[in-house]
């Protein structure tokens, strides 16, 4: 029996071709003029002309002189931008509107020499860089950490790519940079606002509400016990406490309070374009606020889509389960066929 050969290896495609081209022969580094650096290069390059046209030594000495100010400033941008390692810090949790902050830690391997005027900037998919750390001097095997607030004002996946750690170190003639790949992801809340819930009804009792064999505030009391350090001296039972002695509360049983179901209509129709999706969106804040509103008051809450995915929480998980499912809800297409 023949061993059987291997199978043929694919070859690569045009577009993963060039990609690999474009990351084999991506430079390392960027380089950026300054507005100084374009003054300081159209001046060199206009003593090297006199110089040439002259023969002048002292314009040459002055053209030496400034090609090596351009190298020190290479050399030097090069030794800051070495060895450096950068960390982010997200937050536990986001909401639209409102401001949270991300830590920036930069921390230098380097055994003798410091880093100075390092700007990281935190580079996000598909969003426009905007957001800057700025370090100003990073001692020899030590870490600095700064932080930069942002507003978030779309909910969902947040996705941070990398690191852009840049320097005009020393002379401010150029601006030196490189990328750092990061990858760390961040869910952005919708936004709540506050509701006013209609009056429960009275009693506090709700339709449907069960009684739970534990310790509670409820309307029903569960049995007698001895009073604790620290408890409300108001459900204190005076007759049977003077009868025993000591002090005798009633135990109340836990009352439950039913599910409060929401809907939502994830269903897009056909054709549906911008003002639908601003509508959703409004739909899915409305629906996060009132929420949270009743988790407030202590009710459990289900969210239920049309497209048959639920979300539950209550007052002891808190609502964190719900506002996280709503941050990632996205609408799906109606099936074809059926009307708009």
């Not at 600095?144 to 779309?154: E, F, I, K, N, S």
Request: net charge positive.
């Amino acid at each position: 029996m023949q061993p059987s050969s291997p199978p043929p290896s694919r070859r690569p495609s045009l577009a993963g071709r060039l990609a690999l081209w474009r990351q084999r022969w991506r430079a390392p580094r960027r380089l950026k003029f300054t507005r100084e650096g374009k003054f300081f290069v159209g001046i060199t390059l206009g003593v090297g002309f006199a110089a040439i046209n002259t023969a002048n030594n002292l314009l040459y000495l002055l053209l030496g002189m400034l090609l090596a100010l351009i190298v020190v400033s290479g050399v030097m941008s090069e030794l800051s931008l070495r060895n450096l390692t950068v960390v982010r810090r997200l937050p536990l949790r986001a909401q639209v509107g409102r401001a949270h902050l991300v830590e920036i830690e930069v921390y230098n391997h380097k055994g003798r020499v410091p880093s100075y005027a390092i700007e990281v900037e935190d580079l996000r998919a598909g969003q426009p860089a905007d957001k800057r750390c700025f370090f100003l001097k990073i001692s020899p095997r030590s870490a600095q950490v700064a932080a930069y607030r942002r507003t978030p004002m779309r909910r969902g996946r947040d996705a941070h790519v990398g690191f852009r750690i840049a320097t005009r170190f020393p002379f401010g003639l150029f601006e030196k940079s490189r990328e750092v790949p990061a990858h760390g992801e961040l869910v952005i809340y919708p936004a709540v606002d506050p509701v006013e819930l209609p009056p429960t009804p009275a009693a506090g009792r709700f339709p449907g509400a069960e009684l739970v064999v534990a310790r509670g505030h409820g309307q029903e009391f569960l049995g007698l016990k001895l009073m604790r350090p620290g408890e409300d001296p108001r459900d204190v039972h005076w007759r049977k406490s003077a009868s025993v002695g000591l002090p005798v509360m009633r135990e109340r049983a836990r009352e439950t309070r039913p599910d409060v179901t929401l809907t939502l209509d994830t269903t897009r129709p056909a054709g549906a374009g911008d003002e639908w999706l601003a509508g959703f969106e409004r739909r899915i804040r409305d629906l996060a606020s009132r929420a949270v509103a009743h988790l407030k008051r202590g009710d459990r809450v289900a969210v239920v889509s049309t497209a048959g995915t639920v979300a539950r929480a209550d007052r002891s998980v808190g609502a964190d389960p719900l506002l996280r499912y709503l941050a990632l809800v996205e609408p799906a297409e109606a099936p074809k066929g059926t009307a708009a």
